[in-house]
């Protein structure tokens, strides 16, 4: 069944006469657009605000993280200036220390010089006790030697 040209005409009468009749159909898809494109200016904005928030956020970091540089760069400077220091005191230390130890050094150099003299001493002490020794025997052989001649 074909449809004539007064069909189609009748038709679209109608369906103008029932949208007519009914305006909110009509209004309904031309609100739907524009709440719609409400909708997508209010994201697109709230994108844009969530952007800015991002890149706020990113630069905060940045300020963060160049503080928290320059805090470990005057700590690392610290940390060296303390450890110099410390190298200089315990320089000066080693410094104090070889000078007690060439002070000791010439206390010994001191005491072998003192047993040098002790050890001439004994020496010179010895050999007198050897002659001694020797003319006490001398005189006491010539004395024994006397008297059992003379018994």
């Given at each position: 069944?074909?449809?004539?040209?007064?069909?189609?005409?009748?038709?679209?009468?109608?369906i103008?006469?029932?949208?007519?009749?009914?305006?909110e159909?009509?209004?309904?898809?031309?609100?739907?657009?524009?709440?719609?494109?409400?909708?997508i200016?209010?994201?697109?904005?709230?994108?844009?605000?969530?952007?800015?928030?991002?890149?706020?956020?990113?630069?905060?970091?940045?300020?963060?993280?160049?503080?928290v540089?320059?805090?470990?760069?005057?700590?690392?400077?610290?940390?060296?200036?303390?450890?110099?220091?410390?190298?200089?005191?315990m320089?000066?230390r080693?410094?104090?220390?070889d000078?007690r130890?060439?002070?000791?050094?010439?206390?010994?150099?001191?005491?072998?010089?003192?047993?040098?003299?002790?050890?001439?001493?004994?020496?010179?002490?010895?050999?007198?006790?050897?002659?001694?020794?020797?003319?006490?025997?001398?005189?006491?052989?010539?004395?024994?030697?006397?008297?059992?001649?003379?018994?």
């Amino acid at each position: 069944m074909a449809l004539g040209q007064e069909d189609l005409i009748q038709i679209q009468q109608l369906i103008d006469k029932t949208l007519a009749a009914r305006p909110e159909v009509v209004n309904a898809n031309v609100r739907y657009e524009l709440d719609i494109r409400e909708r997508i200016v209010r994201v697109e904005e709230e994108l844009k605000h969530q952007r800015e928030l991002m890149l706020q956020g990113f630069e905060n970091s940045n300020k963060r993280f160049e503080d928290v540089n320059r805090h470990f760069d005057e700590a690392r400077a610290d940390v060296n200036k303390r450890f110099e220091e410390m190298r200089a005191d315990m320089n000066k230390r080693f410094e104090q220390v070889d000078k007690r130890f060439e002070q000791v050094d010439k206390r010994f150099e001191q005491v072998d010089k003192r047993f040098e003299q002790i050890e001439k001493h004994l020496t010179i002490i010895t050999q007198r006790m050897d002659r001694f020794m020797f003319w006490s025997l001398g005189l006491t052989v010539s004395a024994v030697i006397a008297i059992v001649k003379l018994t």
